[in-house]
């Protein structure tokens, strides 16, 4: 199936661990995002990734960190986690045609819970 | 700052109904708008796409507007139906600095289609 696939599912995890989630999309997209949904499911872009160069939204702290290690795939690393970061987290992915924005297609979604 | 509201937050309309969404945007500096469904505890679905050069577009009942100059979007849901219900959200792409793009979400309208 193509599609942007995201894992794993659930997270469930102790405040002060480091934890990944992997993203990978087979579209063939060139740009790949992610966001976060919080409790009130109020949906937040976290990072913006196109041809190596990373977006951050400044208000997201230095303790998450997007990693690539191809063009597919975009995993979210974070350290020290903290009660806070409890929300579910969405990656996407979108072509990019010279001067045209195509749309964004997301993940299933990842529900990290910080206990 | 961008800022994307939905009116209204929740909705409840019995089956059949003719119904319409709300979405507004602060900055119509926007590249497209895109109407999304995401259904309990699952990840978003794009349902249409509008250009920020189109005016509207249309996929089997749904029907998606645009005004840029008055920064107003509406998604119409003809003859609904229970499947219809789940939380339409609303989201503006836009440049996030840098050369990068990202969608600024609005918090959603929860739709409940009675049977």
């Known amino acids: 199936d193509t599609a942007v696939s995201q894992t794993p599912k659930y997270l469930v995890t102790q405040m002060g661990n480091d934890k990944s989630i992997k993203c990978e999309q087979n579209?063939?997209?060139?740009?790949m995002y992610w966001y976060k949904q919080d409790s009130k499911k109020f949906l937040k872009i976290m990072f913006s990734?196109?041809?190596?160069?990373?977006?951050i939204n400044e208000t997201v702290p230095n303790r998450f960190s997007p990693k690539s290690p191809d063009k597919a795939h975009l995993n979210l690393h974070i350290n020290s986690l903290e009660l806070g970061d409890s929300a579910v987290y969405f990656c996407?992915?979108?072509?990019?045609?010279?001067?045209?924005?195509?749309?964004?297609?997301f993940g299933p979604g990842t529900r990290l819970t910080v206990l | 700052k961008q800022e994307v509201t939905q009116i209204p937050a929740a909705l409840s309309v019995p089956e059949g109904e003719n119904l319409v969404l709300n979405c507004s945007f602060t900055d119509s500096a926007i590249y497209n708008l895109q109407w999304f469904r995401q259904d309990p505890g699952k990840g978003l679905t794009s349902l249409l796409l509008?250009?920020?050069?189109?005016r509207e577009q249309t996929s089997g009942r749904l029907n998606a507007s645009l005004d840029k100059s008055s920064g107003r979007s509406t998604l119409y849901i003809a003859a609904s139906q229970p499947g219809d219900s789940a939380t339409y959200l609303c989201?503006?792409?836009?440049?996030?600095?840098?050369?990068?793009?990202?969608?600024?979400f609005g918090k959603g309208t929860h739709l409940i289609i009675q049977p």
């Open positions: 989201a503006a792409r836009e440049p996030v600095g840098g050369g990068a793009d990202g969608l600024t």
């Open positions: 990734y196109n041809n190596k160069e990373l977006i």
């Open positions: 509008i250009q920020s050069s189109q």
């Open positions: 996407a992915s979108s072509p990019r045609t010279s001067g045209f924005y195509n749309e964004q297609f």
């Open positions: 579209l063939g997209h060139d740009t």
